[in-house]
């Protein structure tokens, strides 16, 4: 049992690898029985006392070499270094050394190890896989992308009538997800990615993980057709794989099938319970359907992700959209101030929770709440429009009011509400021909607003009423003062501009005299912001697609990621969904088609490196 051993064992040349410590059992009882063996020949040719203390010098420096061994098994790292002691020409131990720093976060000493096995070993793919993937983690994408390409092209070359599945190793097909996964960060580059997915496949017609990421890739191009086939064949090699499901259920949500999309997800929970993206999204759906028995089962599930992660934001955000839905404010207030305190940035649960305090006559509780969202998000136009609101009639802030309703023309310049709002501080500080100009224009970008035509006839009003007033009229100076013709543009000249150069009006008749009395006493309020006006959406942090999960090569884990049991891949895009509206005498709050409310988070996934790199 030694003999076949002493070629291997390093005694009189270095062989070049290393054998696991396993591999000795064998060899090491054929070392007991000869120690045994010589035991006994010693004994019969020496006195019985010097053998048995040449037995225990033996046991003794054994025990001490066993001994000092413990503290190379402390970790893997401090294992893997005591092989490079005894051998450096051997590129699996760096490789090992590097898996062993990157499990501790240590990216860049990781790095070194895995340069230092590619010098050693030219033509270890997986040597290159290692030094492309913690690139990635060091957010150096360039040099991810040339290393990642270095490894395909160590792949053996195709040639005619031979099969790939027998000349390259399954595992160094994890570069084409890793190159795949890494350039589909540009969406420029999409088509790209879904060629490497293809030639993955075609190499191994089994291959699922590259089924799954090309089924993303083909949703991000929007062609969900094609994106079904490939999840649907995926299911043929792994029909138990919850992560399938779940992508098929977002297919189908992106094609507006939103039943269909729930047997999916409920399918995916039906593998695995605590699927996290199918427990929130199936949750957000059910309450969609806003029948009271289903919002029981969304509760249930919320309730399950806030049992394995309280510090999930999103959870605590759309159970109070369950209360809000069961008209509990008080319970719903609750969860929001718990998602705004989870992120402070959450602009989801920072409008609606300012919203809510507004329409429980709690506008000064909610106004810290619309700061904070306006701090992070400064191009949020309904929670400007609600502070705003605020600052003039409850704060009565003229100027942070005016501040509010010019940002919003800044990001909209046609945003009526806006518009109309700051035509309001002009009146309220009484600069009337100001007004009249905002006014005016108002009405010419919106003449079907009968609101707007009201309110310009009321202000003229008050200016034919001024201008016959005496001189010295300190309301007739405030009035007229400060008057900029071209703040708007100088559009929206009228008659009663004309007046102000000093020309008269022809008289009223008397019944529209009386009108106008009556008019001018009329106050002018800045719109609320509008809930009913149309079918209207709650905002969505995230992207208006719902997530979709890919078994993704490289483990270029972004912010905010909730890890499923495979990678997940996202696109990323901030658009504002913000569209929850409010008029007067209403407390109703509108939710957004699941499609469009879906939590997407970032990408997260496993580790496909080096598939050697272990010690076997």
């Known amino acids: 049992m030694i003999l076949p051993f002493l070629p291997a064992s390093n005694l009189f040349f270095p062989v070049g690898f290393v054998i696991a410590e396993r591999v000795l059992y064998m060899p090491s009882m054929g070392f007991c029985l000869l120690v045994a063996y010589g035991f006994h020949l010693l004994s019969e040719r020496w006195s019985r006392k010097m053998t048995w203390c040449c037995l225990g010098v033996l046991l003794l420096t054994h025990s001490i070499k066993t001994y000092h061994r413990n503290a190379d098994w402390e970790s893997e790292y401090s294992i893997f270094m005591s092989g490079l002691k005894v051998n450096q020409r051997n590129a699996k131990l760096f490789n090992n050394v590097g898996h062993a720093l990157e499990s501790e976060g240590r990216f860049e000493e990781a790095l070194q190890f895995f340069h230092k096995a590619v010098s050693v070993q030219e033509d270890d793919v997986g040597a290159h896989i290692n030094v492309g993937r913690t690139y990635n983690h060091l957010k150096m994408f360039k040099e991810a992308e040339q290393a990642y390409l270095k490894a395909k092209s160590l792949l053996p070359k195709a040639k005619p009538g031979e099969s790939y599945q027998a000349r390259i190793a399954p595992n160094h097909l994890n570069v084409f997800l890793n190159l795949a996964n890494l350039i589909s960060k540009n969406a420029t580059r999409l088509e790209e990615a879904d060629l490497l997915y293809r030639q993955a496949i075609s190499m191994r017609s089994d291959y699922t993980q590259a089924y799954i990421n090309r089924g993303d890739i083909l949703i991000k191009l929007n062609r969900t057709k094609e994106a079904q086939e490939v999840y649907e064949r995926a299911l043929l090699y792994d029909s138990t794989n919850p992560d399938i499901y779940y992508n098929l259920g977002v297919v189908f949500l992106e094609q507006g099938k939103a039943s269909q999309a729930l047997a999916y997800l409920d399918k995916a929970l039906e593998f695995d319970p605590e699927h996290e993206q199918a427990l929130l999204n199936s949750a957000i759906l059910l309450q969609e359907l806003g029948r009271p028995e289903l919002r029981k089962i969304a509760r249930e599930r919320l309730l399950k992700l806030l049992a394995k992660d309280e510090t999930n934001e999103r959870v605590h955000f759309n159970l109070g959209m369950l209360a809000m839905d069961d008209r509990n404010t008080d319970e719903a207030e609750n969860w929001f101030r718990r998602a705004v305190h989870l992120k402070q940035d959450f602009r989801s649960a920072l409008f609606n929770l300012a919203l809510l305090l507004a329409d429980d006559h709690r506008p000064l509780e909610a106004a810290p709440f619309l700061n904070q ?57 009484g600069k009337l021909l100001q007004a009249q100009d905002c006014l005016a224009h108002a009405h010419d970008l919106a003449p079907g607003e009968e609101y707007i035509g009201r309110h310009l006839q009321i202000v003229q009003t008050r200016i034919n009423r001024l201008r016959q007033s005496p001189d010295g009229n300190r309301e007739k100076e405030i009035a007229f003062a400060e008057y900029d013709p071209t703040e708007f543009g100088g559009s929206s000249v009228n008659s009663d501009h004309e007046l102000a150069q000093g020309e008269q009006r022809a008289p009223l008749p008397q019944q529209e005299q009386v009108q106008q009395q009556q008019q001018q006493q009329l106050p002018l309020n800045p719109l609320p912001v509008q809930r009913n006006d149309d079918p209207v959406f709650l905002e969505s942090e995230s992207t208006n697609n719902p997530q979709t999960y890919a078994a993704v090569s490289d483990a270029s884990v972004e912010e905010s990621s909730n890890s499923g049991s495979s990678a997940v891949s996202s696109s990323s895009s901030n658009s504002d969904s913000s569209r929850t509206h409010r008029s007067e005498g209403s407390s109703s709050y509108h939710h957004p088609h699941p499609s469009q409310h879906l939590h997407r988070p970032a990408t997260i996934g496993q580790d496909l490196d080096d598939p050697s790199s272990g010690m076997s």
């Open 373 to 429: 969202l306006v701090k992070y998000h400064p191009d949020h136009i309904k929670g400007l429009i609600l502070l705003g609101d605020i600052y003039i009639n409850n704060i009565k802030d003229l100027d942070a009011a005016e501040n509010c309703y010019k940002r919003i023309l800044q990001l909209d310049p046609v945003n009526i509400q806006g518009l109309h709002n700051l035509c309001v501080v002009y009146v309220e500080r």
